[in-house]
């Protein structure tokens, strides 16, 4: 018999990681103006730096440099009660070269290209 478990689940920072590569958009989360500002973002996981790539309207590539940021990705299937959740912390820089990467989707051709560390990366995994 199969156990079946609820609830929340902790896991490691290489489940993260592969986790990561079955998404490619998730939120940043930057200081602007000192309030917390949140927005959508292509990424791409590649070594231990994920790549974001912003919404081309947004201009957060001023000041955004050195900044620590927080970025979240998840996939939840409402139909079977389950998914995960990962969460990253880090020290983002601003890519020079944008055309590093080409974005998979459309609203984000002209956005600005981050390089996030992944100095704190912790997810979890969810059941109901």
Known sequence: ?????????????????????AADIGRVAISAGALPYVLPVQYTLQDDHLLLRTPGHHEVGDGIDGQVVGFEADTIDLDHGVGWCVSVTGTVRVVADAVAVEPVHRWFSDGVLLALSTDVIVGHRVAV
Request: aromatic share 10%; with cysteine; net charge negative.
């Open 1 to 21: 018999m199969t156990e079946v478990w609820t609830g929340f689940q902790t896991m490691t920072a290489d489940e993260c990681r592969r986790l990561l590569t």
